[in-house]
């Protein structure tokens, strides 16, 4: 209230991603805005029609390799028991979908999944997939958000599966935020694919990743109907399962190792967050 009286230059900053911000904190910072042209909002992911001037900051990022520091490289050009890595905590109408058309193609009859469906089931993780504080599904329950427990890439998960099925947090087109849910694949050296907004892996070629498009088709990132992007992911990954792993992942050594040693680079960090503090002195030399 201070800064809003006197109109000194001031950062409002969210941890929060931007579809979330705009759903539940978006008049409080609309409101402070039009008292204080001097205001400056930091949010977590883009978005192509937010209704006011923000900029995106990657603290998630930080928060991520922090917690993974220590995560070892993972193998993945040998036998493995499990086909899919497909996890997923809330339940949206577009990740069930997903879900029941890989399971009537037979992708998920030999892979590793978890999901909440409220009232019509939950499904835990096998004890030796699962992190061992959520043995305890009462704990799990009643911190969901458990950092360590989510967060932390767990090797048995990736190093028993072939590749990653990624449902991100945010799915609305051209509203992306890179979570912990493609970040631990990414540490983990895995092939993902992912259900999210469209061009969600165009934002992560922006921000220096790569994807796979030379070897798998991605034509699913750039479908705006979201019903024919859940086909498209489902045609994606039986593709998937009738290919030779190993073969797959000598084809993409390169990318999987470009994209762990960026995920740990503080040089490329730092350069991120200096562009982000040029932004901030921009917005308050207008």
């Known amino acids: 209230e201070n800064a809003t009286d006197k109109k000194v230059p001031t950062i409002l900053y969210s ?22 042209k001097n205001i400056c ?3 977590h992911g883009v978005s192509k029609n937010f209704p006011f001037e923000f900029i995106n900051h990657f603290d998630f990022w ?8 220590k995560a070892e490289p993972i193998t993945h ?11 997923s ?8 979908l997903l879900r029941d058309k890989l399971t009537e193609t037979g992708c998920l009859n030999n892979s590793i999944i978890s999901y ?21 599904t009462n704990f799990k329950a009643d911190n969901c958000h458990y950092k360590p427990a989510i967060w932390q890439v767990l090797p048995q998960q990736f190093a028993n599966t072939k590749y990653s099925i990624v449902a991100e947090t945010i799915e609305t087109n051209h ?28 934002y992560l070629r922006q921000n220096g990743f790569k994807t796979f498009h030379d070897y798998i088709d991605e034509s699913y990132d750039m479908e705006t109907d979201p019903i024919k992007r859940v086909d498209k992911i489902v045609l994606c990954c039986q593709d998937l399962a009738s290919r ?16 762990r040693q960026l995920f740990f680079s503080d040089e490329h960090l730092q350069n991120l967050n200096i562009n982000i503090i040029e932004q901030v002195r921009e917005h308050f030399r207008k």
Do not use: W
Request: hydrophobic letters at 40%; proline letters at 2%; one cysteine or more.
């Open 15 to 36: 941890e929060e991603n931007i579809e979330f911000l705009q759903e539940r904190d978006i008049k409080v910072f609309t409101d402070l805005i039009k008292l204080n």
């Open 41 to 43: 909002v930091l949010a």
């Open 116 to 136: 909440d469906r409220g009232d019509r089931g939950i499904k835990h993780l096998e004890k030796q997939y699962e992190h061992v504080a959520f043995f305890d």
């Open 244 to 259: 030779n792993h190993i073969e797959l992942y000598k084809q993409v050594a390169n990318i999987t190792k470009h994209n």
């Open 77 to 87: 050009d040998m036998t493995k028991p499990k086909d899919f890595l497909f996890l």
């Open 175 to 202: 509203v992306h935020c890179m979570s912990e849910k493609i970040f631990k694949p990414i540490i983990a050296g895995h092939i993902f694919i992912v259900l999210a907004g469209a061009g969600y892996l165009d």
């Open 89 to 96: 905590r809330r339940e949206t109408e577009l990740r069930g």
């Open 62 to 69: 930080i928060q991520l390799r922090q917690i993974n520091s």
